[in-house]
């Protein structure tokens, strides 16, 4: 009885303690105010990091539509290969040739260096325990996840371009070496504060250069080396088309890649640790949205206009050209600038996307007028919303980076050509990739090669 008796009195007092307890257990948790921009800006590079890799799954379904249904299998492969390749690539030496992290840089100076250390990222401890982390930024590992995205996003730029008539290993080779080394050499110039920064004051923000055009370089020094696809360009100067598989995947990978380039855009502002960030994070958002919205409609009525119908690859790259255009400065322009910029890059789509087939230069998805044309656009835009940006910096640094992306990338792949090959024999071509080279359809209950 006593026991009972005493019960309602234990509860009350539960009732009016824990709640206290509950306080004082908040405010021990409350981290200090030096860390919540180190926990805000990590949580964000995770976060946006994340959208960024779901392009991977972007890129993938795009091309995936836009080959034919006997080389579907193979462009999946490719997809998912180049950005395990990038993401060992990237940790190995890529980061670190990047972001020089204190080792030694060959030509550091005060103007700015040319090549960063070779090391492999480390990340801190767990629990920071023995760590003494720079505050006033994020964590090493939300920084190398978020980095390394836009590496692999370069090398899925590379694979739409090539499809339908490239071996696997050299391409995967090629990616290996693109991803460790091309790729973060030339990034360090701009943003591991190398000598584009320093010396000509180039502005790129997300990467209308220092990603799309790299990868559109690449990619058309890799089309010229291999060649268009068996039967795309006739002896008499007609042009066949080649239409893709299923344009429902790519539909769905422009959306993707739309949805992922919030990300991209706005992870790129680099710090969520104040309330003027997060203002800027919603600006770039909103912009890169109303540039891919406008690329859209102006492929939807040039199309129209051009062709008396509408054309949906031309829409879906016309958006897509219109993200990488705002992609070098998503932050200064207004919603209208933005609407230009991105307009500007549907057009750009609509007349290079021919202009490729005119010099039988053979791009499967687009991918060269789209990061290549757009990016060069884009990052001449600068100029426009930027007061920092001059234009003789901005076109001396693409032509900078674009002579170094191209040359190299034209000698690594005439040398894989000559050691090991880039095509499949004529008849594999014919046949299809999935089944020459990987032994499986996409389709294989409905499908026959064609």
Known sequence: MKIKSLLPLGLAAAAVLLPAMGYAQDVDDTPPMEEVGFILTSFMFLVTGF?????????????????????????????????????????????????????????????????????IAIMEPVGLSGAEPDLTYASVGSDFFFQLMFCATTASIVSGTLAERIKLWPFLIFIIILTGFIYPIQASWKWGGGFLDSQF???????????????????LAGAIVLGPRIGKFA??????????????????????????????????????????????????????????????????????????????TMVLNGALAGLVSITAEPLTPSLFMALIIGGIGGVIVVFTVPLL????????????PVHLFAGIWGTIAVVLTNSDATLGGQLISIAIVGVFVFVVSLILWTILKGIMGLRPTEEEEMTGLDVAELGMEAYPDFTKAS
């Open 201 to 219: 004051g180039f502005l790129d923000f997300a990467g209308s250069t220092v990603v799309h055009s790299v990868g559109g370089w690449a990619a």
């Open 357 to 368: 087939d005119k010099l039988k230069i053979d791009d499967v998805v687009g991918a060269i």
């Open 51 to 119: 959208l960024v890799f779901w392009m991977a799954a972007g890129f993938a379904m795009l091309e995936a539509g836009l080959v034919r249904s006997k080389n579907v299998t193979m462009q999946l492969t490719k997809n998912i290969a180049l950005f395990s390749l990038a993401a060992i690539m990237y940790w190995l030496v890529g980061y670190n040739l990047m972001y020089p992290l204190g080792a030694w840089s060959i030509g550091a100076d005060e103007t700015g260096g040319y090549l960063g250390a070779f090391a």
């Open 235 to 312: 002896k008499d100067g007609s042009i066949h088309p080649m239409p893709g598989s299923n344009l429902t995947l790519a539909t769905l990978g422009t959306f993707i890649l739309w949805l992922g380039w919030f990300g991209f855009n706005g992870g790129s502002q680099l710090y969520m640790d104040t309330a003027s960030n997060v203002a800027d994070i919603s600006r770039i958002f909103a912009n890169t949205n109303m540039a891919a919205a406008c690329g859209a409609v102006a492929a939807l009525i040039l199309t129209q206009i051009m062709y008396g119908k509408v054309d949906l």
